[in-house]
């Protein structure tokens, strides 16, 4: 939820929730004393800070409404926590300063409450190697490190044990941590209708993974039945290592992408693809970049028939109104007006950052566009 709060609060908003302020007092005789009071704060927000691991918002800006602790124009940061109510207003003022509730704020506010019930981590990877493991979810929206298990196994030595019971141990935290992130019902041996079903892959150089999906079953069949629910979801594919890079390899992969065939995530990144293929062969039917995608889209080429605009959702969070309304125009006229799709990558899956190497902005053309057809619109 913080994640779609972030991309959906902007500059000069307006936004009310409950805090938590130290207030000073002083006493007639001198003294003071300060004391933690919770108020109903509302302020013209002017920054944010987001950390996605730990899904912790940061919403600073001045304080427009006075109360008895505190002054309208008094700077305060908002923590946005989960299941923390809030209000957000956007406003469109006389001089032209606010983008209001645009169409992209709206389809964003309407992703973040999801009505359907269809946002959740849709995969799971455990990238591991020896003694290393990042626990990974994969979300209609982002994918995000929730945990990392690190510790030392010893080196395999002929004729010694060492290493065999720190790999064990290493199998047993890291599983541990697993469950604890899935939110897993040990107690569970039958699986439940309201429980999720989604690909956990396994993934790393040589046999780390098969052995944890090993020992895995080790364990289903001894001391915790419940986790042959989990067994069936579990994949063992190859990853160059453990580190966290190597998960983009990993989705990148025949097998995989297999897996997650029906996920959002792979069908932004079968979009990508197609793109990609589309310049490879030089057929003037996909274009990159800003003024490139405009031309195209002023040409009327990326409209009914084919026509798809493809756009970061980075050039949304764009602190100027004039650049922000410029994408926003540019979206509103290929979906409403030409009839063409509009597709927009999160920035945060791998998919999305290939866009931004692209500059943020692609299109597949339902006609070929050539370079002159662009240099003719800048003369």
Known sequence: MQWHAYNLIRPNDLLRASAIRR?????????????RVHLMLEIRVKSLDFDPQSSQLHVSGTIVNETAHTKIGQHHTLDLE????????????????????????VQMLKDAVDEGGNRRAEAVAVVMQE????????????????????????????GGGDHDKGMSKFFQVTLDTLLRQLEFNTSSVALTSN???????????????????????????????????????????????????????????????????????ARE???????????????????????EVESAVEHGAVGRGGGVLIISNRLFRSQDVAERKRWVSLV??????????????SSDHESGRRLDGLGGIAA?????????DIEEDDQ
């Open 82 to 105: 989960l299941n923390r109510n809030f209000t957000l207003e956007k406003e469109v003022g006389a001089d032209g300063e606010g983008v209001g509730w645009d169409s992209i704020a």
């Open 131 to 158: 003694g290393l493991a990042h626990i990974c979810f994969i979300g209609q929206f982002q994918t995000i490190l929730k945990q990392k298990v690190e510790m030392s196994v010893p080196r395999k030595r002929h």
């Open 364 to 372: 597949l053309l339902t006609f070929p566009i050539v370079d002159e």
């Open 195 to 265: 429980e999720a079903v989604r690909p956990v892959l396994l993934a790393s150089p040589g046999f780390v993974a098969a052995g944890f999906q090993k020992y895995i079953q080790s364990v289903a069949s001894t001391t915790t039945p419940a986790l042959k629910r989990l067994l069936p979801s579990t994949v063992v594919v190859h990853s160059a290592s453990g580190y966290l890079h190597s998960l983009a390899e990993v989705l990148q992969s025949p097998a995989v992408k297999t897996i997650l065939a029906d996920t959002k995530y």
């Open 23 to 35: 207030v000073t007092t002083t006493q007639e005789t001198g003294s003071t004393s300060s004391a």
């Open 269 to 291: 990144t079968r979009l990508m693809d197609d793109f990609l293929e589309q310049l490879r062969k030089e057929t003037n039917k996909a274009t990159y970049g800003p003024r």
């Open 332 to 345: 509103d006229r290929v979906r409403d007006v030409e009839g063409g799709e509009v597709r927009v990558l």
